[in-house]
């Protein structure tokens, strides 16, 4: 049993008629009262009742920023709430209440806390439209200085509230238009507070152009199916992916399985990499939708057999993003990226246990580019046995291999030591033997091309 108790209890938006009964009985009761400011709507109605009550106004004059203001707020909560048995503090929200938070962290073992809900500014903004046939059911809500921690999305409707300025609501009509377009209704709500507020449809590129704006200002956004909106997020995409995999979706895709798919997977991977080697942003950004398609269609398929799902790829990546740079999430310490390599490298050892050089060169894929598989085994041989290839040796390597080439009767197995050499040289220079030859190959096609435009 705590020695004190602060019952923490939401006034509502900003007016007594959102006051509920738990809330005042427990204001009644308790045997100090203190508000977080004096400036709610529900004053009158204590002041009415004659319920004593104290604030925390001053703090806000001595206080040089928020989180200041947060802590002195804390510190003040629990000095009283040591004073007596049962402390009341109330705030209009408690649930996203910046004081609240900080009060959890500094109280100590003897002080105990409970909340009492109560009525949100998102629950009076989902009310005004339900007249407009908005359906609120499984609303998100969302503060507005939130919106730049958050990556908007548009499976649920969503109400964004405490738009109090004209710059911030452009930034929630920025934000919303990364999915939504610029003409869709969305229902403004100048005083979400006032009983009985009334929602007024306007295009969504209109946000930032309304009369006047405070801290009870909000946005209700509706629910609009990906196939109603021009831009997609990646939950849209799967959600498209799987209906065309469906009962009576498309015939090709859903007779496709992860071995008819592997010949698209490498196409659509080379085609997003020559894509790179342009200047076409779109073209590469269209480029690696296929890449993407081909992951949710191979994600969708061993979600019906009950395999993976799209969550075991995600999952497995991030985890292999966190193990693997742990100079960023982790301990350990990269500060170039030579230095980088290194820590990846280690990662993946701990994470697949010691391996031959033979068991680590098996693990490259036999369907890589030949170049670019032959320079990746010549690094992993070099990494499993621990040497390091000096550019001098192995470019002297690489000069004996083509003199050996240019020797009379010199064949294949000539000219397969030769690249091999190369790769090993590249290696040790920091070159991609790869990127080189389609470099190459690019300026001999557009010498051809000048060529012949002369003739």
Same mark, same amino acid.
């Given at each position: 049993?705590?020695?004190?108790? +602060? ?11 959102? @006051? ?28 009415? #009742? ?18 200041? =203001? !947060? ?12 004073? *007596?048995? $049962?402390? !009341? ?7 996203? &209440? ?22 949100? @500014?998102?629950? !009076? ?9 908005? $359906? ?18 548009? &499976? ?6 405490? +738009?109090? $300025? ?24 100048? $005083? ?15 946000? &930032? ?6 801290? #009870? ?6 629910? %609009?199916? %990906? ?22 979706? *498309? ?7 992860? /071995? ?19 200047? /076409? ?30 969550? /075991? ?14 100079? %960023? ?34 693990? %490259? ?5 030949? =170049? ?24 002297? &390597? ?16 000539? =000219? ?13 220079? /920091? =070159? ?5 030859? #389609? ?17």
């Amino acid at each position: 049993m705590k020695e004190h108790i +602060i019952t923490v209890v939401a006034l509502g938006p900003d007016s007594a008629q959102s @006051l509920t009964l738990g809330a005042l009985e427990a204001m009644q009761g308790a045997d100090a009262l203190v508000l977080r400011t004096a400036r709610h709507g529900a004053v009158h109605t204590l002041e009415e #009742r004659g319920i004593a009550y104290q604030t925390l106004d001053a703090l806000y004059e001595r206080s040089e920023d928020f989180d200041e =203001l !947060c802590a002195q707020a804390a510190g003040a909560l629990l000095e009283k709430a040591h004073a *007596c048995r $049962n402390l !009341c503090y109330a705030v209009s929200e408690p649930a996203s &209440d910046a004081t609240v938070r900080a009060l959890c962290k500094a109280m100590g073992e003897d002080v105990g806390m409970r909340v009492v809900g109560g009525v949100s @500014l998102a629950d !009076c903004a989902a009310c005004a439209v339900i007249p407009f046939g908005v $359906n609120t059911e499984n609303m998100r809500a969302i503060t507005a200085l939130s919106v730049g921690e958050l990556r908007v999305q548009a &499976d649920s409707p969503q109400v964004i509230t405490e +738009i109090d $300025n004209r710059y911030i609501a452009s930034d929630v009509k920025l934000w919303l238009g990364d999915l939504f377009d610029d003409e869709m209704t969305v229902y403004f709500l100048e $005083n979400a507070a006032q009983p009985g507020a009334q929602a007024r449809p306007i295009a969504l590129c209109e946000l &930032d152009r309304q009369p006047h704006y405070d801290h #009870r200002t909000a946005v209700v956004v509706p629910y %609009v199916s %990906v196939y109603a909106r021009s831009r997609a997020s990646y939950e849209d995409f799967l959600q498209v992916v799987s209906r065309l995999r469906a009962p009576g979706g *498309c015939p090709w895709d859903r007779a496709q399985t992860h /071995d008819t798919l592997r010949r698209y997977m490498i196409e659509e991977a080379c085609e997003a990499a020559e894509a790179m080697e342009g200047e /076409d942003d779109m073209k590469i950004a269209d480029e690696l939708g296929d890449v993407l398609l081909q992951v949710a269609l191979n994600s969708c398929i061993g979600a019906e057999h009950r395999a993976f799902t799209d969550r /075991d790829v995600t999952s497995m990546a991030a985890h292999k993003m966190i193990t693997r740079h742990e100079h %960023v999430f982790g301990k350990a310490k990269a500060e170039n990226a030579q230095a980088v390599v290194s820590v990846w490298e280690n990662a993946k050892k701990r994470e697949r246990g010691e391996q031959t050089a033979l068991a680590r060169v098996r693990d %490259v894929p036999a369907s890589l580019p030949a =170049l670019m598989r032959a320079q990746k085994i010549v690094r992993r041989i070099a990494q499993a046995k621990g040497e390091t290839i000096a550019p001098e040796q192995a470019l002297g &390597d690489a000069r004996a291999a083509l003199e050996a080439l240019c020797a009379p009767g010199a064949g294949e197995a000539q =000219l397969a030591q030769a690249l091999m050499c190369l790769c090993a040289a590249a290696h040790a220079m /920091d =070159l991609d033997a790869e990127t080189a030859l #389609r470099s190459a190959i690019a300026a001999r096609i557009k010498r051809l091309e000048e060529e012949e435009k002369k003739t």
